[in-house]
């Protein structure tokens, strides 16, 4: 009698085989993940390398801009002929175009954003400078002042930088003659800045209140082809319109003006003509300019003209600009150049 014997080999061999086969299918039944679309796919490496700028607008231009000063910097540019061509200046937010003696301007250039080249030539500063620094709580840069500035200075409190105290932060430039070789750069500023502790804000936080009210406009059916600003017989300023950029192209004393760090013309997206009174108090012939009151005005944007209003309350308040129904005047988004004419002074245009 044969005896049987279990033997669990193939039974065992069969159930492994059946388990591999459910476990195949198993897998071949699993649900897919939803596939990535390559724009998807881009999208998310993009949003992974590069973080999100926050975007900012300058109060100064109306313009894009990815940093905002807590304290813009002003600076007082000469404009004596052996002074051009300036430096910066065509970078510059805003400019006040100002009379000194013998009525031979100057400029006060401000920047509220940042700005790498050089700006110059720098000189001196005059009360009515300081107080206009003032108005936009500026760090004002210069290399000396006139007779009653330095009591202006201290009076307002000013946050300014004198080069003849701080020339680390200067440069003179050895191709030029002095007084007219003097030159600074932001960054050099901000570290005078820092020194002096002008830019501890104690926690405040950064806000800036818009300087102007900005917008889009369309060009009139007449242009204003080309403007004409005579401070004194010594001093002759011409703007002309440049119609591919809608902008005003300037001119000195009849000769271009150019921008030394680019060797490119200054051109200006709006005219500001600001008539004050002046009167001059010293033998030397200084100027007191009258900056507080009401008074006429012009505005050139966007190729019009149109006739404003200018009134200051005090030297704690800013100057405002209105239109002809009081209400706040509107520049294109650009620079801004300003201009402080005597109420004699002659301004004249041309439409084409």
Known sequence: MKKGKYDPSPFLLLFLILTLLLASCKADTLPEEPLTSENELEEKIDSEKKPEIPEKTSPFTGLP???????????????????????????????????????????????????????????SARPYFAYLAQEYDSILAHCGYSIHTEAVLKKIKAKHIDERYNPTFFRREKSRNAPHNL?????????????????????????????????????????????????????????????????YTRYNDGSLFIDANYGEA???????????????????GHLDITLIGEGKGLLFSGGAVEEIKW??????????????????????????????????????????
């Open 65 to 123: 801009t990815e940093e905002i000063f807590d304290y813009p910097y002003a600076i007082i540019v000469e404009n004596l002929p052996p002074a051009r061509p300036q430096s910066g200046l065509s970078k510059a937010e805003i400019v006040y175009e100002v009379p000194t003696e013998a009525f031979i301007s100057r400029f006060l250039a401000l920047y509220i954003s940042p700005y790498e080249e050089e700006i110059g030539p720098v000189r």
């Open 183 to 247: 030159y600074t750069t932001l960054p050099r500023l901000t570290q005078g800045a820092e020194k002096h502790n002008y830019l501890d804000k104690s926690g405040q936080e950064n806000h800036h209140d818009p300087i102007f009210y900005f917008e889009e406009k369309e060009p009139p059916e007449q242009v204003v082809s080309s403007i004409s600003i005579d401070f004194s017989a010594n001093n002759h300023i011409e703007y002309r319109w440049d119609s591919p950029e809608e902008k």
């Open 266 to 284: 200054v051109k200006v997206k709006n005219i500001v003509v600001q008539f004050v009174d002046m009167r001059i108090f010293t033998e030397e």
């Open 311 to 352: 009134r200051k309350d005090d030297n704690e308040k800013e100057t405002r600009f209105t239109d002809a129904n009081d209400h706040n005047i509107v520049l294109l988004p650009g620079n801004t150049w300003i201009h402080l004419v005597p109420e004699k002074g002659k301004v004249e245009w041309s439409l084409e």
